[in-house]
């Protein structure tokens, strides 16, 4: 006994050998799983160093995941601190991280209500439409245009909508109006055609909320204006007692497939009432399997993203009181049971899927 479950925690260390959830994603028609990370040393994860080398062997990973995107360092307090004086240096940390261990790069966030900028938020009674729309252009087009061709995807704009499914009276909207997502993907579509452009939003995961509503409506704005929008992100922050059903993403992801070319879920966590025990943990497991269950279901679902993958340097924490245990691997390295219901999955869906081709072969040959 005592054995088996020294073997066990050995195999569960060796994370990095037995690596496979892109692998798996694959197999069952998914374009990437992938995990966002932020760059050594900052906020979340600056205390915890020491865990550094193990947590990149599993980050970088091929098998474990296919695709990355910076949880932070392509935001705009980062990349403009003052009015056009551009830094890239944490965005290059995951960039080339990407190139170097052949990852998608999903990019994170041209316009944001959130972490702007001080400058930005300073200029608040001051901003004119003028002013302000040709911030927003040159932003756009310096940093979409510094990452031109190694983007995936770019998140053009995040969390437009309020709970209510009415536009966010952010700064932005407050003097442009809905002028401004549209000015934000008619920019990006001009700097980075080869990018595919997305709208980002949490709590658009289920099919009934005022909130997917919004979100449908404002696809429908700019594809009546003529402007491109390539793709939906669901940020799907969710969590472990409440979380959507694999019929209700399904539902959502049908209704977003009817208006754009992709849709992902491009934040994935499940955080949990602390502290951990069987019950939440088996809820969590629920959870992640819906979401991979629900993408691999919907055609034009392309991927998923976990928003980073290691409990130590989630957001969670700190944003949500109480709650954790988000992510996949605990602060010990070992995994959550989620890990191994998720594997189950894919093999579940991608066996099915194995044995229709079969079958659409049989009938083709057979004419
Ligand atoms: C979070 C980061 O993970 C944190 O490190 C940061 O302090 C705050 O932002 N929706 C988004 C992400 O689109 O950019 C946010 O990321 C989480 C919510």
């Known amino acids: 006994m005592r054995l088996s479950t020294s073997l066990l925690t050995a195999a569960t260390l060796l994370s990095p050998a037995t690596a496979q959830l892109d692998k ?50 392509m935001k705009w307090l980062f990349t403009e601190p003052q009015p056009g004086l551009f830094n890239f240096t944490e965005g290059d940390y ?40 040709a911030a927003i252009t040159r932003h756009i087009r310096a940093v979409a245009g510094y990452y031109r061709g190694r983007c995936y995807a770019w998140d053009v704009v995040n969390e437009a909508l309020d709970e209510d499914g009415t536009y966010r009276k952010s700064l932005f909207y407050n003097v442009l109006g809905e002028e401004y997502i549209k000015l934000a993907f008619r920019t990006a579509a001009e700097v980075d055609p080869g990018a595919a452009l997305y709208y980002n939003d949490y709590g658009i995961e289920r099919p009934a909320s005022v909130k997917t509503a919004g979100a449908i409506r404002l696809i429908k704005m700019l594809k009546d204006a ?31 497939s009817e208006l754009v070319r992709e849709v992902a879920f491009t934040e994935l966590d499940v955080r949990i009432e602390m502290p951990v025990n069987d019950t939440n943990l088996a809820w969590q497991t629920d959870a992640y399997q819906a979401v991979v269950g629900a993408c691999i279901k919907v055609k034009k679902c392309v991927g998923i993203t976990l928003w980073d993958f290691y409990d130590p340097f989630s957001w969670v924490p700190d944003v949500f009181a109480g709650q954790g245990a988000a992510l996949l691997w605990f602060a010990d390295f070992s995994k959550h049971p989620a890990y191994d219901g998720m594997v189950q999955t894919f093999k579940k869906l991608a066996g099915e899927r194995k044995k229709k081709d079969c079958k659409k072969k049989r009938r083709a040959i057979r004419g």
């Open 24 to 73: 798996l994603a694959k197999q069952a028609g998914l374009k990437y799983f992938g995990a966002a990370t932020d760059t050594p040393g900052q906020r979340e994860r600056a205390p915890y160093a020491a865990s550094y080398t193990q947590y990149d062997a599993i980050l970088k990973s091929p098998d474990e995941f296919g695709q990355t995107t910076p949880t932070n360092g």
């Open 94 to 133: 995951v960039a080339d991280l990407a190139g170097t261990t052949r990852k998608l790069l999903r990019c994170h966030a041209l316009v944001w209500h959130n972490q702007l900028a001080p400058w930005v938020d300073a200029a608040n009674a001051t901003w004119t439409k003028e002013t302000l729309s």
């Open 226 to 256: 003529g402007i491109r929008i390539d793709g939906v992100g669901l940020q799907a922050h969710l969590h472990a007692d409440v979380h959507p059903s694999e019929a209700d993403l399904v539902a959502t992801g049908q209704q977003f």
